[in-house]
């Protein structure tokens, strides 16, 4: 069932609607922004994706090299050593790379439905080895002692997870990777329970076990510990594959509710809801059965990767999640929950 109130505007941000960040390239999918208000407005972190425009029977992309410069790839599509059936990371001679280099980037709006850059907030682009293929999916978590970013570092190494924390956008402090690989889909609480910090986050396991989400603990949310397995996917169901959380846990009076997103094994991106118990997260009290949102929308099941809704961005007004979401891994969206329907849902 799909309880999704979708802007009759979406997409509200598309591509074309940017002017490319990185010297050479076109921005070539819009993904799954972050998102936080701040003076008054609606502030969406983009993960903007780039690489050359496409020359017939090559595949071309940028990495960040030692030196930290931009160096573009280019492989034969007919090099018998070259699997590029997926669109977005192809492998030649067992190393994988992904094909658009990702960056974050700041909009704003007042009606959540008209963006626009302002020059003062400057793009936050990969730096060193570790985020040398780019940052991606940036949750947004409101704090009282600042905005804590957590987004996923790319590179030939590793898969993980990195924090910045800002108090104004204009500065970041960088702290570095706080989940190892093969890690991402960190959502950090935003109050403490108990006196401690809690975190969502998705680590592989790819022997025994497998994406699941996971609860973590600290006392600084940089050094993270007593891992536990909250939620693993489910066979012959629409999260049989991956499961991982979207954006910060909703506090409600029923439990911390989270919506995350699953997918099955044709890699088809559904959101549902976990709620968590108030006093210990751990605890997992209720679960969707069947979606509360799937790619059903013309733009959500083709484009860049069809069949893709995936989120890490809302803000709660009143009973309603405004949710910004990226469709088929290449345009954003939006879609309004009622929280009170959410949880009967969960019933
Ligand atoms: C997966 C997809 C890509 C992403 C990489 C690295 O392959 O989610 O969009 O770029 O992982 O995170």
Not at 80 to 90: C, E, T
Not at 115 to 140: K, N, Q, T
Not at 289 to 302: L, Q
Not at 326 to 340: H, L, M, P, Q, T
């Amino acid at each position: 069932m799909d309880i999704a109130k979708r802007c009759n505007k979406n997409p509200i941000l598309r591509p074309s609607d940017l002017k490319p960040g990185i010297e050479g390239m076109e921005i070539t999918c819009l993904l799954n922004p972050g998102v936080f208000r701040m003076n008054g407005k609606t502030w969406l972190l983009l993960r903007v994706a780039e690489r050359p425009k496409q020359i017939e029977g090559k595949i071309s992309f940028p990495v960040y090299n030692k030196g930290g410069q931009i160096e573009v790839l280019s492989f034969d599509k007919d090099d018998p050593q070259l699997d590029a059936s997926d669109p977005r990371v192809i492998r030649y001679k067992g190393q994988n790379y992904l094909t658009t280099l990702s960056y974050l980037r700041l909009v704003c709006s007042d009606d959540d439905v008209h963006f626009r850059e302002d020059p003062a907030y400057p793009p936050i682009f990969g730096e060193g080895m570790l985020e040398s293929f780019g940052i991606e999916d940036c949750r947004v978590a409101t704090m009282e002692d600042g905005f804590f970013l957590t987004y996923t570092m790319v590179s030939p190494v590793a898969v993980g997870v990195g924090l910045m924390v800002t108090k104004d956008f204009k500065t970041y402090d960088r702290k570095g990777m706080i989940f190892p690989p093969h890690n991402k889909d960190c959502a950090v609480f935003e109050e403490k329970i108990n006196n401690k910090y809690y975190a969502l986050h998705r680590p592989s396991s790819p022997e025994l076990g497998g994406n699941y989400i996971w609860l973590a603990e600290s006392s600084d949310r940089i050094h993270w510990g007593n891992h536990k397995c909250i939620a693993a996917t489910r066979d012959n169901s629409w999260d049989s594959a991956r499961v991982g959380a979207g954006a910060a846990p909703i506090k409600t009076k029923e439990g911390w509710l989270e919506i995350y997103h699953g997918a099955n094994s044709d890699h088809r991106y559904c959101l549902g809801a976990l709620l968590l118990d108030l006093n210990d997260p751990s605890r997992v009290l209720a679960r969707s059965v069947e979606p509360v949102m799937e790619p059903v929308a013309e733009y959500e099941k083709t484009g860049f990767f069809g069949n893709v809704v995936f989120t890490n961005g809302q803000y709660v007004k009143g009973d309603t999640v405004k949710l910004f979401y990226g469709a088929s891994d290449e345009v954003i969206c939006r879609a309004e929950f009622s929280i009170k329907e959410v949880l009967n849902s969960l019933k």
